[in-house]
């Protein structure tokens, strides 16, 4: 089983929502859309769903040409970020719908909607109407209904961004297991980095309508393909500085610099945008080779263990992740330290010309 | 600007509340220090917003007073309180231009001319809209519209308190970074009470000075976000606290010895004989996975960029460890806790213990 | 917004109704343009006559007349019914049991056959055995909408306003159920006074439905026909006689069927064409709002 998206786009009114776009999809795999709002998310799943048709491109199932189809036609099953349930009719009732459309002996009907709702831990809400129950117990239901049409593609659209913290957590633990389990195409759109990192399978990065990287999850975040996808792929947001390479050296200002070596090597002289995550700008000297550079603090923010530092240097807004409980006086001078070893290089063009040297090894 | 004071505070929708459970906010006395950053913290339905309604008088307390300063303002419409807030989802004023927006609380009280107009354009400069000024407000995006909602909470100087409904809800979470950075600049720079309410750990954890976690109409804690990380005073604060929550295993507790299914752990605290269901917390954080220590089956292991999740089992029981990054998973994994980081815990609430001398070994 | 999936198929279930309005508006405005452009004198023998008769109704000061008093109504209609009906649904309840038998008291006059409602009010406002009349005459107030053109206009006014202003009020009250409470409570915290809340919170909330809602009352008023003729018949004299009354006039009494035909299209391209400016005007400012 496969999806493809062959070169497909989406234009409205002259206003190009989704730019040609090529990516195939395979059997079993969780694959998420990452992206801030408005990025496309939503847009590329109508596309492969057939709500919508594309204005250049094919969409391939099963290397069948599927472009022209209805929606209805298709086996496709979407949950949205509202809890959408049919109010009249109970959870069983509910989660039974596409399968008595379908016109599934009754038999079959009870074996399945009882398997979903066990996998859904909604066994003892079966009699119960949506209303009556919690938020995250309806989006079980609306999940538990996509689940039992044993559709080929499932389309969850930001399924958990109108629950609770920690509703989320759980939910967003049982949706891998779960999806294990059926085989099916999972797509699952959403902003938050974080999200897409504990959902694992691939990643595609969207930035105003185009896909800037596909690939797997952790290779995505760690080998950025442009600072566009890294600045997407992070948060709290990437750090910037612009740099300058110049025969053998590798300015990094302040009189500082590392030696360009392997990738960073060849490339012509010239400036660059280097990058560099948080948890990698650190406040206390360390050993190794560690550059220092002059901040000011902006505020501190303390999450219990950690702290987040948002420091400005040279009128950019740094944040380093530090262990700890630190409250550190605002605007007062602060020097962050960085080993180079975490730094990615992006050329002019935003392309990455070198990746962060743990993320070459891991 | 003003304590408030919550003197034996209790709401029921209920006309004749008998049990605890009618009540949707349980007996509360407590006072919010003028000045102060403070985070209402709890899932949904544990009387957060229940409490912040009678903060702001959209609500009548079915018991007790509520004080800012000495007044007592319980039976005081909204209006009267000089309070401003923030809501869940943007309210702007779609005809008015951002300008309007933001002078209207302003105006509303006659407060006109040089000093007014040089307070809009301050907290315009502040929120990033300064040259956005004369645009209408109906055609901005979401995230623009919560930051003038945001600037029109701050434009008084004189409010009692400015109360925040999960203000950064509907926000995207690169601009939450951003609001929630300018939101707390704000507050150092002009020290307003703020009570803040919401269900994410991380904004009520970043956002205040202390955070009071609730659940079922019930407060369980009242603290700085270190002592709510290291010192849960109760297993639901441990659980909602942290990503993943605290660790919770069964333990029998002897003296500065906690047995457990799978071994023994030291305790730096002495604990008298408990009753009750005891149970040892110790955070995922606080577990350091090696080769020595109690045995661990792993079960998965989340890489979530800076740091792996290590869902294992300890004796059949869910244990979650957080390694570094780039961190090896060892062939026969043991954990060790970290001394100092585990709680004792009976009937759900923390035992305190008492410190004792580390021992010589 | 999202746009809905391109599906042809849809055509075929619009196919009937596209029969039908075919065969029962425009065949017969078909026959209405046949007699507009011809004259005939009976025995169903057909003359050319051109334009003749739309010069001859477009320079008609009896017409000019009507239409001018139409235009009258018709503000007049729209300057009472839509404040009005704004101001019922600031205060009708929001919610609960009187909410509902407000809304059921406001829509039964809407539910009144319009020549019942003609019926009611002629008699309502007989001086010798109308409740109204009789009352008015007991105060010593002269009023007679039989024979005092004032007293006429009044009466088909009032009649108007009782029959229509529940529509407004609906709209309005439906656009204003739809504002969030947040808006309420926000404007209590920035001490916003009443005239405030209605000015930027109601009023902008409630403009797309009172759009619609004057583009109705004015479509509808501007054809009105049944209400008045049951209570004045046009009169007294021709003070009352507007456009639809006219038109009938000169059809069905006269039998003028050429001058009438060709008097039927002009009064349906006025009312196209005030529609049309009414809509732009409203919508346009609506977009250049949005855009500033």
Redesign the interface.
């Known amino acids: 089983m496969s999806l493809t998206l062959e070169g497909v786009s989406k234009v ?1 009114g002259g206003e190009t929502h989704i730019h040609p776009v090529t990516l195939t999809l395979s059997r079993g795999t969780m694959n998420v859309l990452l992206g ?2 408005l990025s496309g998310k ?2 590329l799943m ?1 596309l492969m769903a ?4 594309p204005a250049t491109g094919r969409v391939l199932w099963e290397g069948r040409d599927v472009t022209g189809q ?2 209805q036609d298709r086996g496709v099953a979407m949950v949205y970020q509202q809890f959408i349930n049919y109010p009249s009719m109970t959870v069983y009732e509910n989660i039974a719908s596409p399968l008595r459309i379908a016109g599934l002996p009754r038999a079959e009907v009870e074996a399945r909607v009882a398997k979903a709702a066990a996998l859904m831990k909604l066994t003892p809400m079966l009699g119960r109407k949506p209303l009556e129950l ?2 995250g117990q309806q989006q079980r239901c609306a999940l538990a209904r996509a689940l039992v049409k044993n559709a080929g593609l499932v389309l969850l659209d930001e399924p958990l961004a109108n629950l ?4 989320r ?1 759980e939910l967003r633990a049982e949706i891998p297991a779960i999806f294990e389990e059926s085989g099916a195409i999972f797509v699952y759109a959403t ?4 999200e897409a ?2 959902l ?1 399978g691939n990643t595609a990065c969207l930035w105003e309508g185009r896909v800037t990287q596909f690939g797997p999850t ?1 290779e995505v ?1 760690r080998r950025p393909a442009d600072a566009i996808t890294a ?1 997407v792929f992070s ?3 990437m750090n910037f500085l612009r740099i300058e390479k110049r025969g053998p050296r590798l300015g990094f200002g302040e009189g500082q610099g590392v030696e360009a070596r392997g990738a960073l090597a060849g490339l012509p002289d010239g400036r660059y945008l280097a990058g560099f ?1 948080p ?1 990698h700008l650190g406040i206390e000297p360390g050993g190794g080779h560690l550059m220092e550079f002059g901040a000011r603090i ?2 501190t ?5 950690e702290s ?1 530092v ?1 420091l400005d240097h040279a009128g950019q807004r740094w ?1 380093a ?1 530090v262990h700890g ?1 630190r409250e550190l006086p ?1 605007g007062s001078e602060q020097a962050v330290y960085l080993d180079p070893a975490h730094v990615y290089v992006f050329g002019e063009d935003d392309r990455l010309v070198a990746a962060a040297s ?1 993320a070459q090894a ?1 | 600007m003003a304590r408030i004071t919550l003197s034996g505070l209790a709401h029921s929708y209920l006309p004749r509340p008998k049990v605890p459970q009618d009540y949707a906010l349980k007996r509360i006395d407590h006072e919010w220090e003028d000045g102060a950053a403070y985070a209402l913290l709890g899932p949904s339905g544990c009387g957060k917003t229940t409490l912040l309604n009678i903060i702001s008088g959209l609500l009548r307390p079915s018991e007790g007073r509520i004080l800012f300063g000495a007044t007592d303002v319980t039976d005081m419409a909204t209006a009267e309180r000089n309070i401003a807030q923030v809501f869940q989802f943007p309210v702007v004023y779609d005809t008015m231009t951002v300008y309007e927006n933001l002078a209207f609380p302003l105006r509303n009280r006659g407060l006109k001319g040089p000093a007014a107009d040089a307070r809009v354009r301050e907290i315009a400069r502040m929120i990033g809209m300064e040259d956005r000024l004369d645009q209408k407000a109906r055609g901005l995006t979401a995230d623009a519209k919560q930051k003038i909602s945001l600037g029109r909470g701050m434009v008084r100087e004189d409010v009692n308190a400015i109360l925040f409904d999960e203000p950064l809800t509907v926000i995207d979470p690169h601009m939450k970074w951003e609001l929630r950075t300018q939101l707390k600049a704000l507050h150092r720079q002009f020290g307003h009470t703020m009570i803040y309410v919401t269900h994410d750990q991380t904004e009520a954890l970043t956002f205040a000075d202390k955070v009071v976690v609730m659940t079922e109409g019930e407060v369980v804690q009242i603290g700085t976000p270190a002592e709510l990380f290291e010192r849960p005073a109760h297993t639901f604060v441990g659980y909602f606290i942290g990503s993943p929550g605290m660790n919770l295993l069964p333990a029998t507790v002897e003296g500065s010895r906690a047995r457990l299914e799978g071994g023994e752990v030291a305790l730096t605290r002495a604990y008298p004989a408990l009753s009750g269901q005891v149970e040892i917390g110790v955070r995922p954080e606080f577990v350091r996975l090696g080769s020595e220590g109690l045995p661990v089956e792993i079960r998965r292991v989340e890489d979530v960029g800076r740091h792996k999740i290590v869902r294992a089992a300890l004796a059949g029981r869910a244990l979650d460890i957080v390694a570094p990054e780039g961190a090896a998973i060892p062939a026969e994994p043991r954990v060790r806790f970290e001394p100092g980081a585990v709680n004792v815990y009976a009937d759900g609430w923390l035992v305190e213990g008492t410190p004792r001398e580390r021992e010589a070994a | 917004m999202s746009e809905k999936p391109v599906n042809h198929r849809a055509w075929f279930m619009v196919l009937p109704v596209v029969a039908l309005v075919a065969f029962s508006a425009v065949l017969p405005l078909m026959t209405v343009v046949n007699y507009s452009v011809q004259d005939t004198f009976g025995n169903n023998q057909f003359f050319w006559a051109g334009t003749d008769w739309f010069e001859q109704i477009l320079s008609d000061p009896r017409i000019h007349n009507a239409f001018l008093r139409q235009i009258l109504f018709s503000g007049i209609v729209l300057i009472i019914q839509v404040p009005l009906g704004v101001y019922i649904a600031l205060h009708m309840p929001k919610k609960g049991v009187w909410a509902s038998v407000c809304l059921i008291l406001m829509a039964l006059p809407l539910l009144i056959p319009w020549n019942v409602v003609g019926t009611i009010w002629q008699i309502f406002g007989r001086v010798d055995i109308g409740l109204l009349g009789k009352t008015l005459a007991s105060l010593g107030i002269d009023y007679n909408y039989t024979q005092n053109p004032i007293d006429a206009w009044v009466t088909i006014i009032v009649m108007d306003v009782w029959h229509w202003t529940s529509l407004v009020a609906l709209l309005a009250y439906a656009g204003l159920r739809s504002i969030p409470d947040a808006y309420y409570q926000a404007a209590k915290i920035d001490q916003a006074s009443r005239w405030a809340v209605f000015r930027y919170i109601e009023l902008p909330k409630m403009k797309g439905v009172l759009l619609i809602a004057i583009l109705l009352r004015f479509m509808d008023s501007f054809m009105i026909y049944t209400e008045p003729f049951v209570v004045t018949g046009g009169g007294p004299g021709n003070s009352t006689t507007l456009l639809s009354i006219d038109l009938v006039k000169m059809a069905i009494g006269q039998f003028d069927l050429g001058p009438a035909a060709a008097f039927s299209i002009v009064y349906f391209l006025i009312i196209l064409l005030l529609s049309w400016v009414f809509y732009t005007v409203m919508t346009a400012e609506d977009a250049k709002e949005a855009k500033q």
């Not at chain 1, 609770?164 to 509703?167: E, M, T």
């Open positions: 409205v801030p709002t939503t847009s109508r057939g709500l919508d048709q209805r929606v919690s938020g609770d913290y920690k509703l957590e902003t938050e980095p974080h990192l504990l694992g952790a975040y600045r948060d709290p947001p995550r948890n902006a505020i923010e303390i999450t219990g263990s987040y948002h944040v992740l409980v605002v743990y891991a």
